[in-house]
């Protein structure tokens, strides 16, 4: 017993630090990663025995974009490109599905295992993150890369941070999730990712609100999300204005100049969408429709995407595509609010969705198959701290009913 426990966690070490050097050095690897996990969790729990939809709601989310994405390939400026974007995109949402299926059947053995391979992945990621930015600053020879590489990892820390801090929290680490809590702002701000620092203050400060008001909160960002994603293009190439924006007084001081810039190309794609409103210009063909069109800001041939997901759902997928994008992300607070009970969970749970909103939605491709596959990855540690908690609920509820009754 002894030996066989002290090679499950050389195990754990060892995939522990795979997934760290990732996470600092090629974050393209989570796209490889899900599919692994996902097989090891359908063969480890047997899933094929007796394989049921158990998430009948993301299968249909899956299939309808998948179907209009498959259907984009037909208008799209470049076939080529948006046929290989569809098989990976294709590949990475099955395997979505059947890591997720798979993880609700887990038991709690394997969530304790899972748990440690979480906290030793983020020390590990620490360590190699803080030695990274050290070795950039002193400009080490053989060893110091662009600064910017290191914005990918922003992602990785936010999608997984909360979830890992409330892990230690429920393990009875109160005073060690505080102070990883406060690491994990510092670690994203020495990402240089201003974005994934934004994103973080905005969850952090949402996971509070969640805390104390768990249904209504849910419920109006439900509500609320749907709302604006639906009325993006409008509100971007009519409302939201980069030219009437300089003539407010506080701008500069508001806005930076990357994010401003932003605003052009928001401005841009949005009136590229009632173009075409009902096909859309096909899967990823937003860098396309400058290439081919020129560029009406300068730099603005340099972008590649829209950044801003549902915007590219509306330009690439047309308005139902962009209707189903909406649609998801008020899906997901629907969820949290019909499963998740815990008050802790659920602002475990609307603190990691929010952060991975906001950085995909204002900084990644949407086809962009290793931000996919760690959101994923991120769902998956939703789900299994979400049993975990269940069970040390239901185990308290047992305690108390053996407690002996005072005469």
Not at 83 to 90: A, C, E
Not at 104 to 128: E, F, N, P
Not at 236 to 251: D, Q, S, T, V
Not at 318 to 323: A, E, M, N
Request: one cysteine or more.
């Amino acid at each position: 017993m002894i030996k066989r426990e002290s090679y499950e966690n050389i195990g754990i070490l060892l995939f522990s630090l795979i997934v760290a050097v990732a996470g600092i050095y090629s974050t393209k690897f989570f796209s490889v990663l899900l599919p692994f996990l996902a097989c090891t969790f359908f063969i480890t729990q047997k899933s094929w025995q007796n394989f049921k939809f158990e998430l009948p709601f993301l299968a249909i989310f899956f299939v309808l974009f998948l179907s209009m994405s498959g259907l984009s390939v037909l208008t799209a400026i470049n076939k080529k490109v948006a046929l290989q974007s569809f098989y990976s995109l294709s590949i990475t949402l099955v395997f979505s599905y059947i890591f997720l299926a798979s993880i609700l059947k887990v038991k709690s053995a394997v969530i304790l295992r899972v748990y440690k391979t979480l906290i030793m992945i983020g020390l590990l990621l620490a360590v190699l993150h803080v030695f990274q930015s050290i070795v950039d600053i002193f400009q080490v020879k053989l060893l110091t890369r662009d600064p910017s590489l290191l914005k990918s990892t922003g992602s990785v820390f936010g999608l997984l941070g909360f979830v890992a801090c409330a892990f230690m929290w429920t393990k009875d680490r109160k005073v060690i999730a505080i102070l990883s809590f406060i690491l994990l702002g510092l670690l994203i701000k020495l990402t240089t990712c201003q974005t994934a620092f934004y994103a973080f203050v905005l969850a952090s400060v949402f996971f509070f609100i969640s805390y104390l008001a768990p249904f209504w909160i849910t419920r109006i960002s439900m509500i609320t999300s749907f709302t604006l994603l639906l009325l993006s293009p409008i509100l971007y190439a009519y409302i939201i204005r980069p030219m009437e924006i300089i003539n407010f007084g506080y701008y500069s001081w508001l806005l930076n100049k990357s994010f401003f810039y932003r605003l052009f190309i928001w401005e841009y794609f949005s009136h590229k969408f009632f173009e075409k409103p009902l096909l859309g210009w096909g899967l990823n063909s937003s860098r396309y429709i400058i290439e081919k069109q020129g560029a009406i800001i300068g730099g603005l041939h340099n972008v590649m995407h829209p950044h801003k997901s549902i915007l590219q759902a509306y330009v690439e997928l047309g308005l139902f595509g962009g209707i189903l994008f909406s649609s998801f992300v008020a899906f997901l607070f629907w969820a949290v609010e019909k499963y998740v009970k815990d008050r802790l969970s659920v602002a475990v749970c609307n603190a990691t969705i929010l952060f991975g909103f906001v950085l995909g939605d204002m900084t990644h491709n949407l086809c962009r198959n290793y931000y996919l596959s760690l959101c994923a990855i991120a769902a998956g540690m939703l789900i299994l701290f979400i049993k975990d908690r269940e069970g040390l609920q239901h185990a308290a509820i047992d305690r108390l009913k053996q407690a002996p009754v005072p005469a």
